[in-house]
């Protein structure tokens, strides 16, 4: 491999040395390797390390190929072996010297592997296969020294491990508040600012927490919780329209949500939510009378410690209606205005069966949270059990009876009541 003299800057932190600099994709695919032995003599821990790196890396290949817009944060690449020779600059610049600027001379005989990005590395290097007109393309890197001794290994695990344990993953208020690639992401920005139910201090503004402050009398939902049912909408949406046999799954979801579609496919979204959403807020009659109300205080009146409210104005319920709506209409080939007519007439009120205890505490008057995902099961059974698989029946008798602390004999009695 043929030298060559990489311009950089260098600098200090602890007892570190490193450099900053860029690597176009051709040097990430020619000269950054996979980790092999640098952090463990154990051949089974390296082979753990190598089991880490997922087929993620494709995604980021895709992501690559088809985001005209990719970017990437700084690599941490570790070296050893070979010769790298530092060549520092004097710079003189408004009276001042500066001598952290210069050339780092790579012979190409090192050995350097990602302490931080592999799976980046990886998909940069699948990127360029599929595409070699990506060869010029630059990406930051940091670049530290490493040594294949004890003390070396040591000192670069513990880097490694830092790096990768204090990582912290976007939350999801960021990813509604920045992200241009997610659809619902993208979507939810937008009704904000032009949909009824979502403005005028309708939705909870806090980006840190799914829940809604006990004081806040005003908002209908949070805005993550929001997100998060558009979200569900999304995946029938899409399954709706690609006549998928079942709903897509969540990390086929996932993969949709990290390209940015065309604006044709946003744009139609953007009308399946704003239909769903108006029927909605024209069928349940909690969500008219919340809409029409010209008090100070108009979610009051539907959540409330008093008597519970009604399910729909709990964050942790919302979505689990939501789901319930969207999959009695996938699995009954029905329009979405009929079932959501039918859903509106069950019960809502959570301080009544079957809520008690499910969703609400009457003694505490609290919400009750572990039951999240045995509500949609509910609300489906009294919409329809004869949709039910077998397998969630018989979920949602063990789950209910275990819940009203009766005898699993005594459910089925319990449940048809339910729908009478």
Known sequence: MNSVNIPAIRGVIGDMVFYTTTFTFTQISERVKKIDDELH???????????????NFQSISDYIITQKEHFFNSLVLAIYDGDPEWNEMEVNFKGEDYYSMGFLKLNGEEKIFPVDGQHRVEGIKDALIRNPELKDESISVILIGHHKDKEGMEKTRRIFSTLNRYAKPVSTGDIIALDEDDTVAIVTRKLLESFPLFMNERISDDKKTKAIAEKDMKSFTSLIKLYETNREIYKYYTSFRDRTKRPYTKTRIDTFLRFRPAQEEIDNFERYLTVFWTHFSGTFDGMKEYLASNEEIPAAKFRNREVGGLLYFRPIALPQLVISILESCFRKNKPLSECMSDYSKLEMCISKEPWKNVLWDATNRTMIMKNATMVHLLLMYMYDD??????????????????????????DDKLRSLRS
């Open 41 to 55: 003599t154990s051949k089974s821990l390296n082979e753990q390390l190598q089991r880490a790196l997922t087929s």
């Open 386 to 411: 004869s949709i039910l698989k077998k397998t969630e029946l018989e979920s949602l008798k063990s789950r209910y009876a275990k819940v009203l602390e009766i005898d699993l004999s005594e459910i």
